[in-house]
């Protein structure tokens, strides 16, 4: 369960989805999965990203499966209903507020527009089952949470993001992780200076 809040790392979310636009190109229905949302104000915040990026046509076939070892209670309630207080949304880039979010009915909180709402799909997974939710992710976000992890787990779990990405699809996550030595035929770096990386098929690494 990761805790973070909306535009949180904006830079390197903007990085991600910059670097992701041309691997989108010519595909007809794109996915993205996102690990760990706690109560999702970082897939709505990619959500809203890609909607400024893309053109309508292809936001609309976009597809966020958004995760998180919590299914039910505060969490999955907030992330499903897209309801906020303000205060939540304080560190809101200029003019997103107005763009994206509406009012509820209750004084003082928002709930994010069903534009963007319903690009963004949740469902419970547990990351340390070691399954994948599916395959051909073009996107696989996962920040602030495999730091929770073992050496061992971590590495796990990071195959088994392997297996769900597409080929050349693209692997986010935290600025303090490095991804493991013995894993690195299965990613190449895209940028010096973030983790960000491509998936390699077959653990054959690419020039």
Same mark, same amino acid.
């Given at each position: 369960m990761a805790f973070t809040f909306f535009f =949180?790392? @904006?830079? %390197?979310?903007? =990085? %991600?989805v910059e670097h992701l636009l041309p691997v989108l190109a010519g595909r007809s229905r794109p996915r993205v999965w996102d690990a760990g949302v706690a109560m999702g104000q970082e897939p709505y915040t990619l959500s809203i990203i890609f909607a400024e990026r893309m053109g309508h046509f292809a936001f609309d076939n976009l597809r966020i499966d958004a995760t998180d070892v919590?299914?039910?209670? @505060? /969490?999955a309630q907030t992330i499903e209903a897209a309801v906020y207080p303000k205060d939540e949304l304080s560190r809101l880039p200029e003019g997103i507020l107005e763009k994206y979010f509406e009012p509820d009915g209750e004084p003082g909180r928002f709930r994010v527009i069903e534009?963007?709402?319903?690009? %963004? %799909?949740?469902?419970?997974?547990?990351?340390?089952? /070691?399954?994948?939710?599916?395959q051909g992710y073009s996107l696989v976000l996962c920040k602030n949470v495999l730091l929770h992890f073992q050496g061992p787990e971590r590495i796990e779990v990071l195959k088994m993001f392997h297996r769900a990405l597409a080929p050349g699809g693209i692997f986010a996550t935290e600025q303090t992780q490095e991804m493991p030595a013995e894993l690195a035929p299965l990613f190449q770096r895209v940028i010096a200076d973030g983790q960000l990386f491509r998936k390699v098929e077959d653990g054959a690494c690419v020039s």
């Open positions: =949180r790392d @904006q830079q %390197v979310l903007e =990085r %991600v919590e299914s039910t209670g @505060q /969490f534009k963007i709402r319903r690009r %963004v %799909v949740y469902q419970r997974h547990d990351l340390l089952s /070691f399954r994948e939710i599916g």
